[in-house]
């Protein structure tokens, strides 16, 4: 499974990073959410994917089981997930606010403080 | 939970925030607000100083999960130097938005957003968890956006489009090195991460990994090949904003890089140090000729901070004692001086209403006064003595002169090169700006629209005036915080330190509590 979670990852970074450098900031928003998924699925994929016991010791019992999974790299991606979601949110209400105001949505015409 | 202060430069300047948004009708009452807010923040980071300084790191386990399971926040000298230098950045730049903010933007949310933002910044120099630093770099990030976007004018939403899209893929880089680390050491607190990874035998995939943060923190930093977006964004906002990001963000990146490569990544110097070193030099270099290119005072400020950037990696690479010890010297010089010349240009911009260099003049003939304000921090910038900068660049010069391999002379060679350089660029603000005639009316109205408003320059002027007292008091006075950041160097060097505190105190603690 690691292997096909892994090709995913790849291309999810590849198509991303495509995207990124495309001229269009709509294909650009696009891009960054690509990358974040990649970024989400990596840390999933790196920190073990095994069939185990929820991470719950019942009261009873004296000792943990042998085989719980790890539940912290879920909530890495479950607070990823949010801050990208806040973030994409506020990206889109600047971008049509920049579209609207520079009057293009071509990076190539954004250079006017560069110089 | 005997530590409990450490958690307040977080605390103060969220509930500030949240009082600042409660009364959003109610400018004046916002501005009493943060201004209390930011000097609270000073006071406590001041005190946190303090103890740190007498009674050893502070550890402090939130919600008192052990570490290495919860988040733990840590105040050793470092940050609690970056927490003073940040605090006083802050009051500075409250005090100084009063007079140009201007009603527009004050109302819609000025304060609450550099509470947010200060709030970031603070969260980052003190957490001891990695995962709990991307999270406040984040708040520090989407506090920085909006204060970019903030206003809404042309050339800022378009810089602001840049910051952004080179951020987000900071971030991207982050939380990968932060995937692939937690999957070979299990464990996000970074003491505990620094113990693991010396014991690991892998030292080629911990570079790789290193390399992964360096690139995350070099673009925060805005280090040789990824500053393009810093000269790019930092000259579009008001200059309020202009000055706190100039002095606060990009230095909470060059923390994290000293951060990561004194604690966790330092097996592996063989490679990392050499690479940082030319980096440095690049940086340096690549900074200084593009500020020297430019005719407006903030592009010119803009591309310095780039160049001086180059310096702290260069401290940073060398890793001895007296390296460590003068780049953070340099960065808490850097932070006071770099803020202080945004805000006289500023001034001169609330003056003659431009920065451009072409439509400027006389300053020094009508405001001779403004002349001495300026030259103190550009001087200091250049590291004339007795100011900061002179004393910043000599320790790192010392430093690495005192290595004498081939590369430590060449990089002081390029350091001294700059220096002429920044000193050159300097000057020409000064020629430019301040001495020359200033071209005839007629000739400026045809590109300046601007009103002679000369309500609030007094809140511009004081705080001006305080930080180029401070960097005169650091440069005269440089032997006491030397020492200071003498000891912060070895204790950063010292990592079995910071990690005995941050693991060991950690059992204690549960069982007081429970």
Known sequence: ?115 | MKHLIVILPIVIPMVTAALCLLTWKWKNVQKVFALLGSAIILITALNILYRVRSHGILVEQMGTWASPYGITLVADLFSSIMLVSSGIVGVIIVVYSFGCMGRRRESCGHYPLMMVLLMGVNGSFLTGDLFNLYVWFEVMLMASFVLLAHGGEKLQLEGCIKYIVINLLSSVFFLTGLGILYATVGTLNMADIASKLSTLDEAGFTTVIAMLFFVAFGIKAGVFPLFSWLPASYHTPPVATSALFAGLLTKVGVYALIRMFTLIFTADNSFIMPFLLVIAGFTMITGVLGAVSRNDIRKILAFHIVSQIGYMIMGLALLTPLAIAGTIFFIVHNIVVKTNLFLVAGIVNRLKGTYELKWLGDIYKTYPLLGVLFLIPALSIAGVPPLSGFFGKLFILMASLKIGTTSSYIMAAIMLVVSVLTFYSMTKIWTKAFWKKAPAEADIDQVVTFEKNMTGVVYMVIPTVCLAALAIVMGVGSNYFFELTWETANQLLDKSQYIHNVLGHASSNVAVTF
């Open chain 1, 1 to 115: 499974m690691e292997i096909e979670l892994a090709l995913t990852i790849g291309l999810l970074y590849g198509g991303g990073l495509y995207m990124m450098l495309q001229r269009n900031i709509i294909k650009l928003i696009l891009g960054v959410s690509l990358l974040g998924h990649g970024t989400n699925l990596l840390i999933f994929t790196a920190a073990g994917l095994t069939r185990s016991w929820p991470p719950i010791i019942a009261k009873t019992a004296t000792a943990a089981n042998e085989n719980l999974a790890d539940p912290l790299p879920q909530a890495l991606i479950l607070t990823a997930i949010v801050i990208g979601f806040a973030l994409t949110a506020f990206i889109l209400v600047l971008f049509q606010r920049a579209y609207t105001v520079l009057g293009t949505s071509d990076t190539d015409d954004m250079r006017a403080t560069d110089r």
